[in-house]
């Protein structure tokens, strides 16, 4: 069983950072190195959105429009840990962010991921 942990939320002003990181455990092999990793955002009341994804095996990388540019994703396999480098931040990207982990094929879906952290709380304030 794969289990993800999130850490490193909490609140920032507009225009600070903040780095997110998803620890995973739950295979004898890093997961981070045969996982796609991504990262999804909730907000109250919202849809879950698609934010950012690393691919497995390689380090293309997807990003969200909205992200684009002011976001990084990386990960470190010895550490089996995804990192998301938030810069520039607005309250518009306040929400609960949760990583997820899938074999598959990467995707903006929600509901093509199998395995999900619990999630950890932004809030950035205007």
């Known amino acids: 069983q794969v289990r993800l942990v999130e850490s490193g939320g909490g609140l920032v002003q507009a225009g600070g950072s903040l780095r997110l990181s998803c620890a995973a455990s739950?295979?004898?092999?890093?997961?981070?190195?045969?996982?796609?990793i991504a990262w999804f955002r909730q907000a109250p009341g919202k849809e879950r959105e698609f934010v950012t994804a690393i691919m497995w095996g390689r380090d293309t990388t997807f990003y969200a429009d909205s992200v684009k540019g002011r976001f990084t994703i990386s990960r470190d396999n010895a550490k089996n840990t995804v990192y998301l480098q938030m810069n520039s931040l607005k309250p518009e990207d306040t929400a609960v962010y949760y990583c997820?982990?899938?074999?598959?094929?990467?995707?903006?879906?929600?509901?093509?991921?199998?395995?999900w952290g619990q999630g950890t709380q932004v809030t950035v304030s205007s």
């Open positions: 997820a982990a899938d074999q598959g094929r990467v995707t903006t879906r929600h509901y093509d991921y199998d395995y």
């Open positions: 739950g295979r004898t092999v890093s997961i981070t190195s045969i996982y796609n």
